[in-house]
């Protein structure tokens, strides 16, 4: 069951970049891409923790700031040839534009 809080407005989450969302378990990045679509995941690198909410979005990737591994936003997996996974969260936008986080699956890993 799910478990929705309201975030902010889509317009509040910088185009292509992220805004961070304060959470019991860390940071969650919640990302838009230039598609408008918005992605959430554990600002937390599977590399070595690095900050993904500070990464470069491109498509439907964000490139962490650290040492460039490439995640992908509506999975969490590394891109080849690196392995891993950040932890996502269902994100949704409503069509008044606020976006919405599903605080229940705040610990789900998403499959690859
Ligand atoms: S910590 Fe993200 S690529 Fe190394």
Redesign the pocket.
């Known amino acids: 069951m799910s478990e929705w809080k309201k975030i902010c407005t889509l317009d509040e989450i910088p185009s292509l970049g992220a805004r961070v969302v304060k959470s019991a378990q860390g940071d969650i990045a919640i990302f838009r891409t230039g598609n408008d679509e918005v992605f959430a995941l554990h600002d937390h690198?599977p590399?070595?923790?690095?900050p993904l909410s500070q990464g470069i979005v491109a498509g439907k990737t964000v490139t962490?700031p650290?040492?460039?591994?490439k995640i992908g936003l509506d999975s969490g997996a590394a891109e080849a040839p690196d392995e891993g996974h950040a932890s996502c969260l269902q994100v949704k936008v409503d069509e008044a534009g606020v976006v919405w986080l599903d605080i229940k699956q705040i610990v789900a890993v998403c499959a690859a």
Do not use: D, L, N, S
Not at 47 to 50: D, F, L, R, S, V
Not at 66 to 69: A, Q, T
């Open positions: 690198c590399h070595k923790g690095g962490c650290m040492h460039g591994w």
